[in-house]
Structure formats: C-alpha cells, structure tokens
C-alpha cells in the first residue's frame, strides 16, 4: 500500500510539473465547479456500479466544459484589460474629482515646521 502512495505522489507531481504556468481564475474555478455539477448530475444514472461510471463519466465531461467556459472568460477579461477598458468600465454616476490649488511656494526657515492654509471648499 506505501508503494502505491509513493506511486501516486511522484505521478501527481510529475502531473503538475506539466502544467502551464498561468491559470486564469475563472478557468481554474470552471474547471472545479464543472467537475462538481457533472459528477453530480452523472451518478443519477444507472444503478450500481453504473452510478460510480456515470459519476467518474460526468466528472469529466462537466470540467472539460468548465474549463472551456473559464478559459473564454479569462480571455475576455485578457483582451478587456488589454485595450485598456479594464474588466469592468468605470461607473458613470461617478462625479469627477475637484482638487483645491496648489498652496503658495514658501520656504519656511530651519527648525520651523510650515502648516499650509486650510482652504474652505
């Protein structure tokens, strides 16, 4: 059995070591919850040890097409921010901003600390 762990373990790291370097977050999270609802939605086949096929079946149909549906998303929100729209535009209800002048140029003698004018808005 400790065999078969270590197997397992070298298998599993030399399985991501594969990997590209970037995963976007909508294609990782895809890839999770399509596997979740496509095993959910495949083991309500069959009965048995049908169930278990249509689980394991489901399973990875349901994260190949999280996955494509992530990676779509990624590349939307790529190319958005790309162009320099950004993910999401910015909101219009938004009023601009209203900066105060400048305070007067003055030099204060050493050992003084300037407090510059408060103005009033």
Do not use: W
């Amino acid at each position: 059995m400790f065999k078969v762990a270590i197997v397992a373990g070298v298998a599993a790291l030399s399985l991501a070591a594969c990997a590209p370097g970037y995963y976007g977050p909508n294609e990782t999270a895809g890839t999770a919850v399509g596997a979740v609802a496509g095993g959910l939605v495949g083991s309500q086949f069959g009965h048995g040890g049908g169930r278990v096929a249509g689980a394991a079946v489901g399973t990875l149909l349901g994260a190949a097409v999280g996955n494509s549906v992530g990676r779509a998303a990624d590349e939307r929100d790529y190319r958005s921010s790309y162009y320099g729209y950004g993910p999401y535009p910015p909101p219009a209800y938004a009023p601009a901003p209203v900066y105060a002048p400048p305070p007067p140029a003055y030099v204060a003698p050493p050992g003084y600390y300037y407090y510059p004018p408060r103005y009033a808005y």
